[in-house]
């Protein structure tokens, strides 16, 4: 049985009908994720925190992080290492794969590129998980920018 509106406290249409962003689980999380950033003691704790934790907010299978010098002299040798080179050279998310299973997410400090999350799920990344990967890999490396300015100050 069908109710019109006019059965329904004013009220309740409101809320019904108007659900802040922050009502969705998935912002949620990802704001708890970059409040939980600068609390880093180091460039690599950002980025590690951010690989640990990016699987269950974007419903990746696995979520790695690399520094850069690990790609500099044979990236071949490493699993995954010329997306991962591609994604350092040319500050850009690179991926595997149509659709893609493994991605690579630049993690640059000051302009620089600091290291790599590698993420993969099997049944293929969606651009939403790419760009949600994009914009916590960009705060990781706004948190371990203004930690190492702390440093020497």
């Known amino acids: 049985m069908a109710t019109s509106s006019s059965d329904r406290p004013a009220s309740t249409i409101r809320d019904e009908l108007l659900t802040r962003p922050a009502d969705d689980p998935a912002i949620e999380e990802a704001e708890r994720l970059l409040r939980r950033l600068p609390g880093c003691a180091s460039p690599e704790d950002a980025a590690h925190l951010a690989a640990h934790e990016l699987p269950a907010l974007v419903g990746a299978d696995w979520a ?3 520094p850069a010098s690990a790609y500099r002299d ?3 040798d490493r699993p995954h290492g010329h997306v991962a080179a591609a994604a350092l050279a040319h500050a850009s998310v690179y991926s595997q ?3 893609p299973t493994v991605a690579a997410i630049p993690v640059r400090v000051g302009g620089a590129p600091a290291g790599v999350i590698l993420l993969g799920r099997a049944q ?3 651009t939403p998980q790419l760009r ?3 914009l916590v ?3 990781a490396g706004a948190v371990v920018a203004s930690t190492q300015l702390a440093r020497t100050a």
């Open 64 to 66: 790695t992080f690399t």
């Open 74 to 76: 044979n990236p071949a």
């Open 97 to 99: 794969g149509q659709p």
């Open 124 to 126: 293929g990344l969606c």
């Open 132 to 134: 949600m990967a994009a």
């Open 137 to 139: 890999a960009e705060h």
